[in-house]
Structure formats: C-alpha cells, structure tokens
C-alpha cells in the first residue's frame, strides 16, 4: 500500500520561529510537492522537488525553502514564520511524468500565534 | 501557463439524488485532467483521470467524468449519491508542455464541498 507521511498532524509555533516540516515516502517516486491549502483558495503549490537535491519554485514560494537530501524525504521550512503562513499544508509525491497520479499525505494544520 | 475554475463552491444535495460538480480549465496546449477527493481530516485521493482517448471516464465510487475540449471542461457526476460521498472535490490540470513534456505539476481548482443530506 503506498504511502506518504508527514511528521505532524497538528502543529503550534510563534511569530519568528523557524519550523520544518517534514514529509517521507515509501514508493520510491522521484517528484514530491508541497502545496499549501486554504479555503475558497484549493490548493497551491509552494515547492516541488522531480530529483534529489534539485527544487523548483511553485506559485507561492516566498517565505518558504525546501530541502532534499534523500530520495524518499523532503522537508519544508518557514525560516521565520508569521501569521499569515497559518494554514493546512499537504505533501505529494509521485512518479515523472504528467500522466502519473499524486499521492497526497494526511496534511499539517499549521497554527503561528 | 494552466487555470482551473471549479464553477460551484458548494453542492448540498439529497442522498440518492444526481450531481454534477463542473470544472473548466484553461490551456494553450494539450492537458491532462484529475478529479481528487478529500475526505475530512484526510488528504486527497485520486477519484479518475482523463489523459487521452475516450472523452468518458469512470473513477473509484460510481464517479465518472466527460472531458469536453470544445467547452474546456470537465465535469465530474454519479447517478446517485451516498452520504459518505460527503466530501471536498479538486478538479486539477497537469502542466504539459509543447512537445508532450512535464514535470507532472498539478494546477487545481478551488474546490466543491459535496455535502448529501439523508
């Protein structure tokens, strides 16, 4: 059974705090993604990753940087965070292409007080 | 660079009952279509795909999907609903660049909430 999981479901951080979050995956697929997701909004795509240690932007980068040391994990991080990064935050993985589907984690609901 | 407009923010609709939820996109190149669904407090699964071929396209749980590339859409039915259909629906489009490349992004819509009374 595939699976991506993300090492938070709930989470609670101060204005300034730097904070990670970090997903894995266990279907050895080389794309994983970062979306962002707040309601009336869908989702939007903060950082994808198609190789280790390669990055692309999404359409909402600023505030954020990715990282991807290993094949099956890929960490995001809100260098200093502020209120308006609260929000539900979802990871993605798959394999190249256009055509292949997206296996989404359970999500982090992000809080910064 | 792809858009998708989901045209209904919310469906409330009675059990056994028809749904459409619609999608229009907008692309200068051929695109690859999903449907996602998020079930509360989970993340999205794949519903059904239209990549080529048959404009019709049946998904997991009696959904089904017709591609229309005259119209640009790509609306999402079942014939009849369940309350555990109850749900946040994602139309999405994949980045496919001239030449048949892509990275395999996703552009999604803004989202439908099913919700089906008894």
């Known amino acids: 059974d595939v699976k991506v999981t993300q090492s938070s479901r709930y989470l609670v951080k101060r204005t300034g705090e730097k904070v990670f979050l970090e997903c894995v995956q266990d279907m050895d697929h080389e794309n994983m993604f970062w979306y962002r997701q707040d309601p009336g909004l869908g989702l939007r795509l903060i950082y994808f990753s198609y190789d280790v240690k390669m990055k692309e932007k999404g359409d909402i980068p600023e505030g954020y940087s990715v990282s991807r040391e290993k094949k099956e994990r890929f960490s995001l991080i809100l260098e200093s965070a502020s209120t308006n990064q609260t929000s539900m935050y979802l990871c993605a993985s798959s394999h190249a292409g256009g055509r292949k589907t997206q296996y989404f984690g359970p999500g982090t609901r992000l809080l910064v007080l | 660079a792809q858009s998708v407009t989901q045209l209904d923010s919310q469906v409330p609709v009675f059990e056994e009952a028809p749904v459409e939820l619609r999608c229009n996109y907008s692309?200068?190149?051929?695109?690859?279509l999903f449907w996602y669904v998020q079930y509360p407090n989970q993340g999205l699964q794949l519903l059904l795909k239209?990549?080529?071929?048959?404009?019709l396209v049946k998904g997991i749980n009696g959904f089904e999907a017709e591609f229309n590339k005259s119209q640009t859409s790509f609306h999402l039915r079942k014939p009849s609903v369940h309350i555990s259909d109850t749900a946040e629906y994602f139309c999405a489009v994949s980045d496919l660049h001239a030449g048949g490349t892509s990275y395999g992004k996703l552009t999604f819509g803004q989202g439908t909430i099913l919700t089906v009374h008894p």
């Open positions: 239209y990549l080529s071929g048959s404009t």
């Open positions: 692309s200068s190149v051929s695109v690859y």
